[in-house]
């Protein structure tokens, strides 16, 4: 008798990375377990191996919820997370403070959750989708770098103390990616007000963000990078992801 497919949980599968990496561990074998705030059936193929949860990272009795229903898993893949790309004199503490509960708290809190499943069983794998803006400072991005090197740093602290278990702990670093919808979901954040003063500042980075005329990330790249986490334990405690994003590690 076969035994039953390994179960990955992904975070943030309504778009983008997320929704790449839950169709290639689909595509490749895996149960998977697809959550996002508002579960849609129509993203990914039918299958018995696909379970579709709602879950928000930053609300304790969501994530204990999904948990529940998900039953055990074999992996956890930090991916939900949100954007913002402002001068920090124009992002209203609030628009701070959310991105550093979904990014960071929600990425520690889902963590927690499978932490005693893994001990006890001395298996598991935690990968945490991070940001290639931590490997080199980029101007309009203070606070959502900020929430992505806490990651990195617990990420990195997280794996000394889970390694007498047998867990395993890594980074994802994908780099710029124009052909998702970051930019569009970061919007929202976006609207706080902007000193007149960073204005033609402000419109010169925008530019360079949307370029797509030098090497960016595809969502395929980071999906590809996390199956590298998951499934290779000789993987390295950083992967970036994206020609951009790999380009940035070398150097």
């Known amino acids: 008798m076969s035994s039953p497919p390994s179960t990955v949980l992904v975070t943030g599968c309504s778009s983008g990375f997320g929704l790449e990496i839950a169709r290639l561990f689909l595509a490749r074998g895996w149960r998977v377990v ?31 919820r999904c948990m529940e229903a998900a039953g055990p898993i074999d992996a956890l893949v930090n991916n939900a997370g949100i954007g913002l790309l402002a001068p920090l004199e124009g992002i209203a503490q609030a628009s701070a403070r959310e991105v550093f509960e979904t990014n960071t708290l929600g990425t520690i809190a889902m963590t927690r959750a499978v932490l005693p499943q893994f001990r006890q069983r001395r298996a598991g794998v935690v990968v945490n989708v991070s940001s290639s803006v931590t490997l080199l400072p980029l101007p309009l991005l203070s606070v959502y770098t900020g929430s ?28 710029r990616a124009p052909g998702t919808r970051f930019g569009e979901n970061a919007a929202p954040r976006m609207q706080d007000s902007v000193p007149a003063a960073y204005a033609g500042f402000r419109e010169r980075v925008f530019a360079a963000v949307r370029d797509t005329a030098t090497p960016v990330t595809h969502a395929h790249d980071v999906a590809e990078a996390v199956w590298r986490a998951v499934t290779d334990p000789a993987a390295p405690m950083r992967l970036p992801a994206g020609a951009d994003a790999v380009a940035l590690a070398a150097a």
């Open 148 to 175: 992505k090197a806490a990651v990195n740093a617990f990420t990195e602290s997280l794996a000394l103390e889970l390694a007498p278990f047998d867990v395993r702990v890594r980074l994802v670093l994908p780099g």
């Open 34 to 64: 697809a959550t996002m705030r508002q579960p849609r059936s129509d993203l990914l193929p039918p299958s018995q191996r696909l379970q579709l949860l709602p879950l928000d990272v930053t609300d304790a009795g969501s994530i204990d």
